[in-house]
């Protein structure tokens, strides 16, 4: 087996491509005006933002097979590494928790699921898969998880409605959610959630998929070998993934059918391998300089992704909860506010929420480099 203690160059790019994306979707000028890539499917189908949410499944995945495999090499106690994940996982847990809270505070109907709540999730049923299973009973738990997830979708019945109607609010895992939540659904809803219990099971595949393609790094093949055999996977798993869509589920994100899954899987690996050839494995010097040089602001936006998507969420909060009195005696909100300039450039109103986005994006970025500069690493 291959050592794993030295960072990969390809993960940190990854993680901070994915990150960047995930800043830009989510901070748009004006929600009303976005170009159709920059925002969610409305139901069935994807698009470029739905391929962000499983890369960092599908990165953590990675991650925790690299890092845990170099740990039960060393002869780490395996409870006591399991026992440090859960810890590592209640505080992603809490962090996204609280950014729900934010900033109303409101009991009664906070939002609990979410989106680092579900990779907390994943992260804790997570660690004793990659702890105590090797990759043929890994593979055996996807299957097993994607094929319960299908039976409970399309035979379990909803009252009310019967079973396998797959529309918002009206599937298995929507209802389950409303039994089990209540109130504490998104808020845009009130009847389902994107990041609802029964989804978690196909999510936590995404980052099992990953957990594999760690596996498959750490062995001794030769890196070339291995950035071919990933780009072929991912292939595999694009072409595995629009079949289900046609003869078993849609794809769709916000219910994270098995099509989706595994269409999502695909592109992580290619997006990866090109990622990790660029930067890991490539010998031609000119190349690998040149992808060093325009992968560095990635590279600085991974080492500090968590905490980056935490103060973007909580700034966006922020940004439409205070409130400036204009000349007229109304009040307006500070994104509003710091939108007015922006929005007054002849560009159109699309264009114009897309300079938003940048803007912002830059400013997270810059909060990312000085953090890089100081050696500043916010670890959970």
Request: aromatic content about 14%.
């Amino acid at each position: 087996m291959r050592d794993t203690s030295s960072r990969l160059a390809s993960l940190d790019a990854f993680r901070g491509f994915t990150i960047a994306a995930m800043v830009l979707v989510n901070n748009p000028g004006d929600w009303g005006h976005l170009y159709s890539q920059l925002e969610h499917a409305k139901w069935n189908g994807w698009t470029f933002t739905d391929c962000i949410f499983p890369f960092f499944l599908f990165i953590g995945g990675v991650a925790m097979a690299l890092s845990l495999g170099r740990l039960a090499a060393a002869g780490a106690d395996r409870p006591k590494l399991l026992a440090k994940l859960a810890k590592r996982a209640a505080l992603i847990f809490l962090i996204g928790f609280l950014l729900n809270f934010m900033p109303y505070f409101n009991v009664e109907k906070v939002r609990i699921p979410g989106v680092l709540q579900r990779i907390a999730l994943c992260t804790l049923l997570a660690a004793p898969i990659v702890v105590y299973c090797g990759w043929r009973m890994q593979l055996a738990i996807i299957a097993a998880l994607l094929t319960l997830y299908s039976v409970l979708m399309l035979l379990a019945p909803v009252p009310g409605i019967g079973a396998g109607v797959l529309e918002p609010g009206q599937d298995f895992g929507a209802w389950i959610d409303r039994a089990l939540l209540g109130k504490h659904l998104w808020v845009q809803s009130k009847t389902w959630d994107p990041e609802g219990l029964v989804s978690t099971l196909p999510a936590l595949c995404s980052q099992l998929f990953g957990v594999l393609a760690g596996r498959w790094l750490a062995t001794s093949i030769h890196r070339t070998e291995q950035t071919v055999w990933m780009l072929l996977a991912g292939l595999l798993c694009v072409w595995i993934g629009v079949i289900l869509d046609t003869i078993l589920m849609p794809i769709n994100k916000s219910l994270w059918t098995p099509s989706y899954c595994f269409l999502m899987t695909g592109w992580a690996l290619i997006v990866f391998s090109a990622f990790y050839w660029l930067l890991d494995v490539n010998p031609y010097a000119a190349v690998r300089e040149a992808a060093a040089r325009w992968s560095k602001p990635f590279i600085i936006y991974g080492m500090n992704a968590l905490f980056i998507f935490a103060l973007s969420g909580f700034l966006a909060k922020m940004f439409g909860f205070i409130k400036f009195t204009q000349p007229d005696g109304s009040l307006r909100s500070l994104g509003k506010t710091l939108y007015a300039p922006i929005a007054a450039l002849p560009i159109g109103p699309v264009n114009t929420s897309l300079l938003h986005a940048v803007l912002f994006n830059a400013l997270m970025f810059a909060v990312a480099w000085a953090m890089w500069r100081k050696k500043w690493f916010v670890k959970v």
